[in-house]
């Protein structure tokens, strides 16, 4: 059984700095491409960024471009998120997820993870 284990949230004010960790057991994440999603209170969950398996490729979403940088480690079965310069509007709750296709959308996540909370205050 694969599970995604994300840690790494928690309270920081605004402008601050973030590392969120997800670790994958079950499987190597070697040929997973992986990825991060977040849903706010009362809004859908939307994607943040993803990375191909072999960490040559990323994305993200414009609202975090410049800010958030993701990256993995397989030999770790572990990917981070790096979130600088956080905005009230990035509060969320953050899930990790993972697809053996490319690219990675809410509907089409072969892996998620239970969450982690990104709470920012003034």
């Known amino acids: 059984q694969v599970q995604l284990v994300e840690s790494g949230g928690g309270l920081v004010q605004a402008g601050g700095s973030l590392r969120l960790s997800c670790t994958v057991s079950g499987r190597p994440i070697t040929w997973v491409h992986m990825g991060w999603f977040r849903q706010a209170p009362g809004k859908e969950r939307e994607f943040v960024a993803a990375?191909?398996?072999?960490?040559?490729?990323?994305s993200y979403a414009d609202s975090v471009k410049g800010r958030f940088t993701i990256s993995r480690d397989n030999a770790k079965n572990t990917v981070y998120l790096q979130m600088n310069s956080l905005k009230l509007e990035d509060m969320a709750v953050y899930y990790c997820?993972?697809?053996?296709?490319?690219?990675?959308?809410?509907?089409?996540?072969?892996?998620w993870g239970q969450g982690t909370q990104v709470t920012v205050s003034l």
């Open positions: 990375i191909t398996w072999r960490g040559d490729t990323t």
């Open positions: 997820a993972g697809r053996t296709g490319w690219p990675l959308l809410q509907n089409n996540v072969d892996y």
